[in-house]
Structures are given as C-alpha cells and as structure tokens.
C-alpha cells in the first residue's frame, strides 16, 4: 500500500513560486507513474503533471512554468510552480498508479490527502 503525503503549500502573489513535494512511504517510487492533480472550488480534479522514469507529461495551462521532478533516493516527487497565477488557486494532490502517463485522475490508484495552494492577484 502506498501513502503519500503533500506539503509546500501556502499563499502566494501572482508571479511568485511555491514548491510542492510529496514523500512517499510503502513503496519505491521508482515503478510508478506520479502524477500532479489540482482541484478548484466547483471544479472537477484536473491534471497538472506527470512523471514516469525519464518521461513526463504537462497540462498546457502550466506547461513552461511548472516542472515535475522525482528524487528516487529519497522517494519523494517534486512540483516546482513558477510565475503563478491567480488561476492556480487550487488544492493539489499527489498520486500514484502503474502503467503509463495518465492524465486521466480516475487511472490513478493512490491520493494523498492534498495541500493548498493559493495566489493573490
């Protein structure tokens, strides 16, 4: 079983930085596919980032300004958000699956429980 925990939310002005990380523990990370999730208030969960060995994948409203990064000797897996916008406002989530890059959050097996992230205009 895997459990995943988020931190490194928080408040942000429009234009600043955050930086997300999710440890692991009941598992090697290495195998899975992680993946970055973010849901809005009234909003359906949508996807934001993914990762698998060398591969990743990217939503185009973050794609140059979000990196994912996986540290497997730590087993931790990293979002880097830059030049945030006030439409980043969201709860992020971390998650887990095998297989190949989903976008799809129903194709993920494991959740953490999320950490918010909020930006200031």
């Known amino acids: 079983q895997v459990q995943l925990v988020e931190s490194g939310g928080g408040l942000v002005q429009a234009g600043g930085s955050l930086r997300l990380s999710c440890a692991a523990s009941?598992?090697?990370?290495?195998?899975?596919?992680m993946g970055w999730f973010r849901q809005a208030p009234g909003k359906e969960r949508e996807f934001v980032a993914a990762?698998?060995?060398?591969?990743?994948k990217y939503a185009d409203s973050v794609k140059g300004r979000f990196t994912i990064s996986r540290d497997n000797a730590k087993n931790t897996v990293d979002l880097q958000m830059n030049s945030l916008k006030p439409e980043d406002t969201a709860v992020y989530y971390c998650a887990a699956t095998v297989g190949v890059i989903y976008s799809d959050y129903a194709k993920y097996d494991y959740w953490g429980q999320g950490t918010q992230v909020t930006v200031s205009s």
């Open positions: 009941g598992a090697t990370l290495s195998s899975y596919v």
């Open positions: 990762s698998l060995w060398g591969a990743m």
